[in-house]
């Protein structure tokens, strides 16, 4: 069983426990499920955007524990000083070490941005919770849907006024995966069956077959600034960044550091 069967596997049984606790009319009617989103196909074509998506990210599968020492209030608050044209948090705990604790402070601490509930979306439930939650963004793995699901998944966020970002990882699922009801393309660097890659050749070999409607996102692995520089030429203008700042003591200086 891959890395990834193993987590949507626990995702599912997670799911289920979420369902039997709180019902999506519950979830409908409480927190931040009226709340008008922010878009970030709009923030990453501003003339002035740093295009960075900064994640909070406190260990991973491959990595193990990255930080675990700052708060989510901190790290968010030095990115969004610093200049971050989204914010990323993860809601996965037990791969990840995210909460929905964590995602609750992001959007409590940073109300003008916008923020991407990053996890394994595999049910339409997790969709409603993350609009109750203020997600303005679902990520859509395409290593882990089918198509029909994508569609799905999609056409409910969108439904629910959030943007959609589809995660790919080569030219396979992103032949199968496009539809409207999909608002930006990000290219995955790393593969998430074995999370082998430490580069970023996967964004430079999809670059050209994303179509061109699409605003180009690429994920994982940018290790400095010189590496955005490059993956601009190939047309991206969002970047998603985690480890690289996670890793230092102040994650809002490092990405203040890439950009200037
Ligand atoms: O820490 P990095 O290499 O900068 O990567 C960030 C982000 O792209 C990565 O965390 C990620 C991309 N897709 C995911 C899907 C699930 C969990 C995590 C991810």
Redesign the pocket.
Same mark, same amino acid.
């Given at each position: 069983m891959s890395i990834l069967d193993q987590i949507i596997a626990t995702k599912r049984q997670e799911v289920a426990a979420c369902k039997a606790r709180t019902t999506t009319a519950q979830l409908e009617k409480q927190g931040f499920f009226a709340r008008a989103c922010h878009s970030l196909s709009m923030s990453l074509v501003q003339p002035a955007s740093t295009g960075v998506i900064a +994640?909070f990210?406190r260990k991973?599968p491959s990595k193990g524990i990255i930080n675990d020492r700052l708060g989510v209030d901190v790290v968010t608050k030095g990115y969004v000083e610093a200049g971050a044209a989204c914010l !990323?948090v #993860?809601t996965?705990e037990p791969y @990840?070490g995210g909460t929905y604790a964590d995602f609750d402070l992001a959007r409590r601490t940073n109300p003008n941005t916008p923020i991407l509930r990053?996890d @394994?979306m595999i049910d339409e439930y997790q969709i409603i919770e993350a609009k109750s939650m203020g997600a303005d963004v679902v #990520?859509l &793995?395409a290593a882990a849907l089918s198509p029909a699901e994508i569609k799905t998944l999609g056409t409910l966020a969108r439904s629910l006024s959030m943007e959609t970002l589809l +995660?790919v990882h080569d030219q396979e699922e992103l032949d199968r995966s496009l539809g409207d009801y999909i608002s930006v393309v990000g290219v995955?660097n790393?593969n998430?069956k074995n999370f082998s890659e430490q580069n970023v050749e996967a964004s430079k070999v999809l670059a050209s077959k994303i179509p061109s409607q699409f605003v180009k996102v690429s +994920? !994982?692995? &940018?290790s400095g600034p010189e590496i955005i520089t490059e993956l601009k030429t190939y047309g991206y203008r969002g970047f #998603? &960044?985690? +480890? !690289?700042f996670?890793k230092t003591e102040n994650p809002g200086k490092a990405l203040s550091d890439f950009i200037n």
């Open positions: +994640e990210k991973s !990323s #993860l996965d @990840f990053k @394994f #990520l &793995i +995660e995955n790393r998430l +994920e !994982s692995c &940018i #998603l &960044i985690g +480890e !690289s996670m």
